[in-house]
């Protein structure tokens, strides 16, 4: 690990004002709370609205809601995808059921979904993994026909448009994270929106009983994101990323996803959400512009996409694992992503009865990311351009 300015794999636009706003959200919780409810009604044009304490949870509020409307309960899903995503399923009490992947999207290779889905699928998530859009207007197309809902993960695609929708609108229920390395943060949270009356129905009894976070978990989190707004700084981020117990850059599968409403701490801290939303994806496409004119075959050619991290594929896994040293050892913050297809997973190995997903073992052993925030210089970027150009890149 260098010691010295090292850019992190991911970041969001976070400030000391926002950290002003915070307090005075935590003052009037419910008032900050509406505030940002109506906005992002607004904002994506949904009627239905709940924030909740992170992307997890919000998966896992929905996945309980729509188990309440029908009996089925198997969950279709891509098999690479975030480890938040199957733990969901597992805390909601249902069963994963994975698709293999088209490798070039992320999304679900589409011959092989109509293979998964059968007479218990409940819902099928597809996802936008680093802001590469699905196509879930076409899943959603052969889900309707067989009284399947369609859960769009849009996680890491906040604000991202495609087919002239805003991702996170298609399906029945669009789920968006607010954690610390997504387009915008409040340290952690979790919105899910929805157009359809009989869902929000489901959602709104559940989403009363949840708990609200206690003044000594606010203030936990204010300590947090004052430490994070300090270090999240390229020039002093070396230093949690040289702490191996904070496991910083690790994927780890969630033991547990505790679900709890989003405080109103955090709901005042989001005062400022469309600004930086705005800003941070616009910075995100400009800057995925500037590597696709400089990585030979990458996508972000044209600097229309904010993607939130741009993928790149090694030629090996030897070459990834060297391209990842060198990032190491220069702080120039190319990160592996997941490193393993989910059926790898122990906790879900047991439900997908020694299934094989090869185009999902793939991608994960030779996909690596780029960063795309705010805090990467010039420097940075032809820095990195160069160390990804002079690779082996497929």
Known sequence: MKIGRTVPPAAAPLGW????????????????????????????????????????AALTLAL?????????????????????????????????????????????????????????????IAHHLFGVPSDVQ??????????????EDAAQAMGVMADGRKLGTVGD????SLGRGKNITCGSGGVVVTSRDDI??????RYKTLPSPTWLESSKDLVRLFVLTIFIRPRLY?????????????????????????SGFKAGLLRRWQTHLAQSNQIRSKTAGYFGKRIPGRPGSDGSHPYLRLPIFAA????????YASSQTRGLGLSVAYPTPVSDIPEVRAAIDGRQFPAARRVAASLLTVPTHHWLTPRDKQAIAELCRDARIA
């Open 17 to 56: 004002r926002d950290l002003c706003h915070g307090v005075a959200g935590a003052l009037s919780p419910n008032g900050s709370l509406r505030a940002r409810e109506d906005e992002i009604r607004r904002e994506f044009g949904v009627p239905h609205v709940f924030l909740v304490s992170s992307g997890a």
């Open 64 to 124: 309980t809601a729509l188990k309440t409307i029908s009996p089925r309960r198997e969950v279709v899903i891509p098999a690479y995808t975030c480890f938040s995503v199957p733990a969901a399923i597992l805390k909601a009490g249902l069963r994963p059921v994975l698709c293999d992947i088209n490798p070039s999207t992320f999304d679900f290779d589409h011959v092989l979904l109509e293979r998964a889905v059968g007479k218990d699928t409940l819902c099928v």
């Open 138 to 151: 076409r899943t959603r197309a052969f889900c309707r026909a067989r009284g399947i809902f369609v859960i």
């Open 173 to 176: 229920v669009g789920i968006f």
């Open 200 to 205: 929000a129905a489901a959602l709104a009894p």
């Open 238 to 262: 070396w230093i949690p990323a040289s702490l191996p117990f904070l496991r910083l850059g690790e994927t780890v599968f969630p033991k547990d996803v505790v679900v709890r409403r989003l």
């Open 316 to 323: 090996t896994p030897h070459e990834k694992q060297r391209l």
